[in-house]
């Protein structure tokens, strides 16, 4: 039985931290679920005594009816964490009808100084991975459209917010839209540890839903719960799944109840369902749409000004129409108006964290949004988009190892999460990478000009033109690759030349321009390009050391200026990052800070 005081112990080859909740084997951190850790506590604190089926869920979920079906898959989890059967246990014994044993000696023990640090693999702390379907509704239900994708949305924001799970995104989450999946085949596939979907349906003002949490390994159903609310009460419907699901499948800890306490909420009716309403719209991405969002994200602020999620959404949604919608669209300055409204109501808020960074990349504070992201991630480990943001931040800072570092951590956390990556290796004139982790779908400039930098004009010139269409808000970068490609230097550089500088906003597209100006020979033009990306925040040493298409530029004593300012710039914001853990932070311990990024093997 436990003794007082005692909080280390070990059985076989493992080590067990309740304190720091680690189970370890040769140093090496075995993760488990926060139930499973819980679980095999229980057992081993009461090592050799049968612990009845009845009083280990009570311990594990107190208050809270589950099936028991719950605690055989925990079981089975610790059974294959430890490498033991049910035929001839080591560990863990069954008892029929009755419970379990934990039957293997158990020491109590403190680790010694000599031993090795726990080297950790995985997200530190372990999260719950989970992912938030839509919800399905009726045919023809076009009213409750909104409740179907708008609901899991926030639901999967707020759950990210809490530490407590590792949350798929609701882009991805997408791809199961309909009745007809299969719990452990999504499992598999989306990587997770638990689903959570739904019904919803609206008849005027009253909405109605049922929830489901399931365990997505075995398909086990963990709770079911019928709501039925007004429109204007929507948001207990949310707060009241949220509880659920914490209840369920974390420690009943001070930790988990401050985390649901700190959820943010409107305080004034009609304001929750104006904020799905404008997410709805704000998912589609099209002027008129992210336009309708606006209005109603100024609605939703307007209601209940104090609501720090509608802020963020609202500066997220003013910051696509900024930078990709006509001149003049919304005021100059209200996206940032609206971030920091928002940090100022809730400081953690994940949705402003994330949107933030590409307008301070743009506004030339890369180095500010690394320092912000550093700080958030390192408290809130869980989320990878915090991580992504460093991809991104990272990057503008010429921090290339570390930005590359980032997206490694992105993909320990979440395979399927999106980050800007590609440009990264394209920064380093790594064109087969940066053409592996580019989003075709993305119909953008950046897979076209690393075939074309890579030599592979063909294949560039019959991917540009299957996109003659779309070229959106890059058309001068686009109309002057594909005139590099057809060999027409003087289309590609009257492009080239037409399009001011003022008119870009972010300065890593103005330093693809210069490439290209440098490519058809125009050094000056070229020079100009450089140098204004470099003053507008985007520092690429690396680039322009390998990048081929820079060649003509490198004997100058313009360029070698420029090179030798970003590489200043670089080395400051290098030993800005580590002075603040942020090396630690992505394995990078031992980097020297500002030396030249490393191509990863």
């Not at 039985?1 to 067990?16: D, L």
């Not at 009253?206 to 963990?222: N, Q, R, S, V």
């Not at 991104?392 to 990556?421: F, M, Q």
Request: glycine residues 8%; proline residues 5%; contains cysteine.
């Amino acid at each position: 039985m436990e003794q007082p005081g005692t909080s280390r112990y070990s059985f076989g080859p493992f080590k067990v931290d309740l304190a720091e909740r680690l189970l370890t084997r040769g140093g090496v951190r075995l993760p488990l679920p926060p139930k499973g850790f819980d679980l095999l506590a229980l057992l081993v604190q009461n090592a050799g005594h049968l612990l009845e089926k009845d009083r280990i869920m009570q311990a594990l979920w107190p208050e809270t009816f589950v099936e028991e079906a719950n605690l055989a898959n925990l079981i089975g989890l610790l059974r294959r964490t430890v490498g033991d059967s049910t035929g001839d246990p080591r560990y863990i014994q069954t008892v029929p009808k009755r419970g379990y044993r934990f039957i293997a000696a158990v020491l109590e023990t403190d680790l010694r100084p000599e031993e090795p640090a726990v080297r950790v693999e995985g997200p530190e702390p372990a999260a719950i991975r989970i992912i938030v379907l839509p919800f399905q509704t009726e045919a023809g239900a076009g009213e409750a459209e909104y409740l179907a994708y708008g609901l899991p949305e926030a639901l999967s924001a707020t759950l990210s917010e809490l530490n407590l799970f590792t949350v798929r995104s609701t882009q991805f989450a997408k791809r199961f839209n309909g009745a007809a999946w299969n719990p452990k085949s999504l499992a598999a596939e989306a990587d997770v540890d638990v689903i959570i979907a739904g019904t919803v349906a609206r008849s005027g003002e009253h909405i109605h839903a049922t929830t489901e949490l399931i365990d997505a390994p075995t398909g086990a159903l963990l709770w079911s719960r019928v709501w039925d609310v007004a429109a204007s009460d929507l948001f207990r419907l949310h707060y009241g799944v949220v509880q659920l699901v914490v209840r369920c499948l974390v420690r009943r800890t001070r930790e988990a109840a401050s985390s649901i306490a700190a959820v943010d909420s409107p305080s004034a009716p009609g304001a929750y369902e104006l904020y799905l309403r404008a997410n709805q719209l704000a998912s589609k991405r099209s002027f008129e749409n992210m336009a309708l969002a606006r209005e109603l994200y100024v609605a939703c602020t307007q209601t209940d000004p104090s609501y720090a999620s509608a802020w963020a959404g609202l500066g997220r949604c003013t910051r696509w129409i900024e930078k990709f919608g006509p001149p003049g669209a919304v005021p100059s300055g209200s996206a940032e108006d609206a971030f920091q409204r928002a940090f100022r109501l809730d400081s953690d808020q994940p949705i402003a964290h994330t949107a933030y960074t590409a307008l301070q990349c743009d506004a030339g504070k890369a180095e500010e949004a690394v320092m912000r992201l550093a700080e958030i991630a390192a408290r809130r480990q869980n989320n990878p988009q915090f991580f992504a943001g460093l991809v991104h931040a990272c990057r503008y800072c010429g921090l290339l190892e570390a930005s590359i570092a980032a997206h490694e951590r992105v993909r320990r956390l979440d395979k399927h999460c999106p980050t800007s990556v590609a440009h990264s290796y394209f920064a380093l004139a790594d064109y087969e990478r940066a053409l592996y982790w580019y989003d075709h779908n993305a119909g953008g400039y950046l897979d076209a000009a690393a075939l074309a930098s890579a030599g592979r004009l063909k294949e560039a010139s019959d991917l540009l033109w299957t996109r003659r269409g779309r070229l959106g808000s890059l058309s001068a970068l686009m109309h002057s690759l594909q005139a590099y490609l057809d060999g027409d230097v003087e289309r590609g550089l009257a492009v080239l030349a037409a399009e001011s500088s003022a008119n870009v906003v972010d300065p890593e597209v103005r330093f693809y321009m210069a490439r290209q100006a440098a490519k058809f020979g125009e050094l000056e033009l070229a020079r100009r390009y450089l140098a204004d990306s470099l003053e507008c925040g985007y520092s690429n040493s690396a680039g322009l050391l390998r990048d081929p298409w820079f060649e003509s530029l490198r004997g100058s004593s313009e360029f070698a200026a420029i090179l030798l300012t970003a590489q200043h710039r670089e080395a400051s914001a290098g030993r800005r990052f580590a002075e603040i853990g942020g090396e630690r932070l992505l394995g990078l311990q031992g980097t020297l800070p500002g030396r030249p990024a490393r191509v990863a093997d």
